[in-house]
């Protein structure tokens, strides 16, 4: 069992930036990839972007990629989601995610097995 803390989340002007943290419980946190989401009211959860195991390999969402870093801290069990440039319609409340699997599709929610219970992010006009 892998639990997951978002951290970070607030409120920031367009054109700011926020650093969201994921801390995840257990011994083999190591050798998940991960991967954040979000989902804005009346939408459907979205990918943002994910990492594997080693930290060697990034995916974005196109409408974050250049704005958005994801990285990880094995040592520290956490993940990590610089995000610059923010736009008001990056706000959503985001979501980290376990995948146990080496071959789950990093792109779909449906790839990962655990998940964190979110943290908002609001980007104001």
């Known amino acids: 069992q892998v639990q997951l803390v978002e951290s970070g989340g607030g409120l920031v002007q367009a054109g700011g930036s926020l650093r969201l943290s994921c801390a995840a419980s257990?011994?083999?946190?190591?050798?998940?990839?991960m991967g954040w989401f979000r989902q804005a009211p009346g939408k459907e959860r979205e990918f943002v972007s994910a990492?594997?195991?080693?930290?060697?390999?990034?995916y974005y969402a196109d409408s974050v990629k250049g704005r958005f870093t994801i990285s990880r801290d094995n040592a520290k069990n956490t993940v990590y989601l610089q995000m610059n440039s923010l736009k008001p319609e990056d706000t959503a409340v985001y979501y980290c995610?376990?995948?146990?699997?080496?071959?789950?599709?990093?792109?779909?929610?449906?790839?990962?097995?655990?998940w964190g219970q979110g943290t908002q992010v609001t980007v104001s006009s």
């Open positions: 257990g011994r083999t946190f190591s050798s998940y990839a």
């Open positions: 995610a376990a995948a146990t699997s080496r071959y789950s599709n990093r792109y779909r929610a449906a790839g990962y097995d655990y």
């Open positions: 990492i594997s195991s080693s930290g060697g390999i990034t």
